[in-house]
Nanobody
């Protein structure tokens, strides 16, 4: 079965850190650009960060720059999102998505099921 599986979400206090993982199953992630999206209740899904297939290109939305870091380990078929200095406004369901031909696009071949991140006291 071809799928992406996210993990690493949870409840964290403001200022804390989490590392999300996006593992590919059934296909090799090496040739795919990967993006992290998030969707908070009542809001539209938004792109958080993207990484090219080689890892040589990354992008971040302004609100997470300097706090979040995207990386990939193709040997483990996994992409990560390290989230530091978390704020309550980072609370959302986080999704990873992968596509072989699109970069940082909402059009992706594969989507994960999402992992909840809650930042609260």
């Amino acid at each position: 079965q071809l799928q992406l599986v996210e993990s690493g979400g949870g409840l964290v206090q403001p200022g804390g850190s989490l590392r999300l993982s996006c593992a590919a199953s059934g296909f090799t992630l090496d040739y795919y650009a990967v993006a992290w999206f998030r969707q908070a209740p009542g809001k539209e899904r938004e792109a958080v960060s993207c990484i090219s297939s080689s890892g040589g290109r990354t992008n971040y939305r302004d609100s997470v720059k300097g706090r979040f870091t995207i990386s990939r380990d193709n040997a483990k078929n996994t992409v990560y999102l390290q989230m530091n200095s978390l704020k309550p406004e980072d609370t959302a369901v986080y999704y990873c998505a992968a596509d072989r031909y699109s970069y940082c696009s909402t059009s992706n071949t594969y989507w994960g099921q999402g992992t909840q991140v809650t930042v609260s006291l």
